[in-house]
């Protein structure tokens, strides 16, 4: 099974009370969202694991149209920047008024600005992340936020790659995704996500399934030899073979140490 099916199995299963998970550690997260086009979030959010993460109510995401919160006529949030040049900037009051509206209901653990010049983001930073209570995710549009925003609310900000999107929404989605899903109790098998590229600083190992052996290929044999040990050690060296031909960059003198 695949990480979909196994999903899809537990579905059967009456919910854990509370969220399950670790013991002394409190299950769930609240992840609110401020967006301009807040349907560019409901696919992504609204299906396979995202859904059942919060079916169970292990996931709590809310999504916050910004115009509906605009002191300004007609539902405006942006304006010509100072200065002059191309593209519209995302005015700052609207977003306070609603930052500081969500702010009053709840303490959150981190303001989250997606923007291209963020902190790259990385599953080490993901599993940082999982470990809060309360996250909100401001998504830039245009030519992002006025400055003052990201200086008076703002408490990390993030990248998930070295290029532009037209909006922070899709953006925001990959985060949330990557985050859900560490959340205990969120995947069936709750190892699954310790054993997922970059958790230990290599890319994921080969993987195969049924039949053994297909076109003429065959699974190799240590796999199917019955010995945890012996295909632990070969998964591992074939995760360093593989992130040391793809991802060298990734081979931190920490990562060497453990091979």
Request: charged share 25%; proline share 6%; aromatic share 6%.
């Amino acid at each position: 099974m695949n990480e979909e099916q196994n999903q899809e199995a537990s579905d059967n299963h009456t919910p854990p009370s509370g969220g399950g998970g670790v013991e002394g550690r409190s299950v769930g997260i609240r992840i609110d969202i401020i967006s301009v086009v807040p349907d560019l979030l409901q696919s992504p959010l609204g299906h396979s694991i995202m859904k059942r993460a919060q079916q169970r109510g292990l996931l709590e995401v809310h999504v916050h149209n910004l115009r509906d919160h605009t002191p300004y006529k007609h539902g405006q949030v942006d304006d010509y920047q100072f200065g002059g040049g191309a593209g519209m900037v995302m005015m700052p009051e609207p977003l306070a008024i609603l930052i500081e509206k969500l702010q009053s209901e709840r303490t959150y653990d981190e303001v989250i600005y997606m923007t291209p010049d963020g902190d790259s983001f990385n599953q080490q930073t993901a599993n940082r992340l999982s470990m809060k209570g309360a996250l909100l995710i401001i998504c830039g549009h245009y030519k992002g936020i006025d400055e003052r925003i990201r200086q008076k609310f703002v408490t990390m900000e993030v990248s998930i790659g070295d290029y532009v999107l037209s909006g922070g929404e899709l953006a925001a989605a990959v985060v949330v995704d990557a985050v859900g899903r560490l959340i205990p109790g969120v995947l069936n098998d709750e190892t699954s996500a310790l054993l997922d590229s970059f958790q230990d600083g290599l890319l994921a190992p080969p993987v195969y399934t049924r039949p053994a052996e297909w076109r003429g290929m065959a699974v190799p044999d240590i796999l199917l030899c019955g010995d945890p040990k012996k295909i632990d050690a070969w998964r591992h060296e074939e995760a360093f073979r593989r992130t040391e031909e793809r991802r060298p960059d990734l081979l931190s003198d920490d990562v060497l140490g453990k091979t």
